[in-house]
């Protein structure tokens, strides 16, 4: 069979079909598709876990926090200083009402606090068990928060030997994680 003008553009028509069989065999490098969504974040007015400084000597909230959230702190004076906010040398110090949390989700959660490391003699404890002789500890124990419930917490701060609380070296003040976790 010779080559001829026919016979040259049946077989450059069978090449292009198959070409087109091999590139449309869904065989492929990338995809590119045009989508759009939204993300909304909550203030702590409407968190799960709402969190509230109740003591104005000691306790304050200022902005700075992550999804711009409040950041609760909580300043004590230097020993010697005085006030109502000082530290007491060789003794326990109790601030009363420190910070509230309330459980605003609707699943019971235990809630405990975490301290960075080098932190001792500090402790967030129930202030409805403020005259009992075995107060829950948050830090060690945490507690179990029911949906809507609210519990006021006192701060309480030792300054023993045995309590060991130090002031950080660095000048830059400790870090409290707060942790809710489901019991459901």
């Known amino acids: 069979m010779g080559l001829s003008r ?6 450059i028509g069978t090449l292009a079909v198959g070409a087109g069989v091999i590139g449309g065999s869904g065989a492929f490098d990338s995809v590119e598709a045009n989508r759009s969504f939204e993300v909304g974040v909550t203030g702590d007015d409407a968190a799960l876990l709402g969190l509230e ?3 104005d000597i000691i306790a304050g909230t200022q902005s700075g926090g992550s999804g711009e959230n409040d950041i609760i702190y909580f300043r004590i004076s230097e020993e010697g200083s005085g006030g109502d906010a000082a ?11 420190a910070m509230r949390v309330t459980n605003n989700g609707n699943k019971s959660v235990r809630l405990s606090f975490v301290f960075d490391g080098g932190i001792d003699g500090v402790a967030f404890t129930l202030a409805e ?3 009992d002789t075995s107060r829950t500890d948050l830090v060690s124990e945490g507690y179990v928060l029911t949906p809507g419930e609210s ?3 006192d701060l309480r701060i030792d300054t023993t030997a045995d309590g060991g ?5 660095d000048g830059e003040p400790y870090q409290i994680t707060i942790q809710a976790v489901s019991t459901e």
């Open 87 to 97: 530290l007491n040398e060789n003794a326990t110090t109790v601030f009363f009402d």
């Open 151 to 153: 519990i006021s917490l």
């Open 165 to 169: 609380y130090v002031e950080p070296a």
């Open 6 to 11: 026919r016979n040259t553009i049946i077989g």
């Open 53 to 55: 400084a109740t003591n």
């Open 129 to 131: 068990e403020r005259n």
